[in-house]
């Protein structure tokens, strides 16, 4: 049937808007929205739920060469690495050809970065110029042992990740890059694995304050707490919902043989 307008014609859409919400970076981790401007006795009411998926999509991206910190067998190593920084990873090779002929040597996730920001490392500490610290935490592997660089404390490993570029400019660069990528990832992804929130569990007769670790929204958070009285270690657990939620964690305590209720903000 002919458009009563003409062919190029278009026709206005006969579709009504019955409900509204707006999603923002509030809105990351949750799975219920309540709708606004829902006309008078229409049949959609309430929340409307959604799966949503939030992946950071950041630009920030660079290339070049820097000398890495490495414990071989007990003894500090430097050596120099082909570094690409993307897809909030730094990947490094030997030589910049590997990098499309070959799987990288090994790979910093800046996910599991702790560093508020990425800073040059305090000469007191490290007298090679230029050189840069960053912080990385993750849950303890069985095979997991104390070096140079990472130390093992209950159920976390925290690598110190020294990386040296070759002049100071080189450094302010990647400086400012990664502390770019760091911004991008806490904004868009608050739920980074190296989220760890203090909790506050009631024990009979004391109160445990705690740090837990929490690798992401939807996920259990592991705290540890300890108690003042029997001086013992609290260990809870808990779902927590996703970002900016409390989580309600179970813990026993070794003392008395006391449960241990907890919450946590993460």
């Given at each position: 049937m002919a458009s009563p307008g003409g062919p190029n014609s278009v026709r206005t859409s006969n579709f009504l808007l019955v409900g509204s919400h707006k999603l923002t970076l509030a809105s990351i981790g949750k799975n219920k929205f309540h709708l606004d401007k829902v006309p008078f006795l229409c049949p959609l009411e309430g929340n409307v739920y959604l799966k949503m998926q939030c992946e950071?999509?950041?630009?920030?991206?660079?290339?070049?060469?820097?000398?890495?910190?490495?414990?071989?067998?007990?003894?500090?190593?430097?050596?120099r690495r082909w570094c690409v920084l993307s897809g909030y990873c730094i990947s490094y090779w030997t030589y910049p050809d590997d990098e499309?002929?070959?799987?990288?040597?090994?790979?910093?996730?800046?996910?599991?970065?702790?560093?508020?920001?990425?800073d040059p490392v305090n000469r007191e500490f490290c007298a090679r110029p230029n050189t840069l610290e960053l912080i990385t935490v993750r849950p303890q592997r069985a095979e997991d042992r104390e070096t140079l660089v990472s130390q093992c404390t209950d159920t976390l490993c925290v690598t110190k990740n020294w990386l040296s570029a070759d002049t100071k400019d080189e450094r302010n660069l990647w400086m400012s890059k990664l502390n770019q990528m760091l911004v991008d990832l806490r904004v868009w992804q608050p739920d980074p694995a190296t989220a760890a929130p203090w909790f506050l569990g009631l024990v009979p007769g004391a109160w445990a304050w705690g740090l837990g670790l929490v690798p992401g929204p939807g996920a259990w958070a592991w705290c540890l707490g300890l108690v003042p009285g029997p001086g013992a270690w609290a260990w809870c657990l808990g779902l927590v919902p996703g970002p900016g939620a409390w989580a309600w964690c179970l813990g026993l305590v070794p003392g008395p043989g006391a449960w241990a209720w907890a919450w946590a903000l993460t």
């Open positions: 950071v999509g950041s630009k920030v991206e660079e290339k070049g060469f820097l000398t890495l910190f490495e414990d071989v067998s007990g003894f500090g190593s430097w050596h499309k002929r070959k799987n990288p040597i090994g790979r910093l996730n800046l996910c599991h970065c702790t560093s508020q920001r990425v």
